[in-house]
């Protein structure tokens, strides 16, 4: 089963840029490893927004919330 993930990050107040971006980066990271195992079909980064979207491919509703 194919769904939709849209993602819109917030800077946790107090976190300093270095500190969000790098989370961020580990975060692509794990991303990129689903993408390669399969899960993830298909992953975007929204220009100029703090937001992504990827098509995930699950097997059902459970597994989407895992």
Known sequence: MESMMQVKLAKPEGASNKEFFEVWRQES??????????????????????????????????????
């Not at 794990?30 to 929204?46: F, L």
């Not at 990827?54 to 597994?63: R, T």
């Open 29 to 66: 990271v794990a991303a990129m490893e689903a993408v390669k195992a399969g899960a993830i079909k298909h992953i975007w980064k929204a220009g100029g927004k703090y937001e992504v979207i990827a098509i995930l491919d699950v097997d059902d509703g459970d597994q989407m919330d895992d």
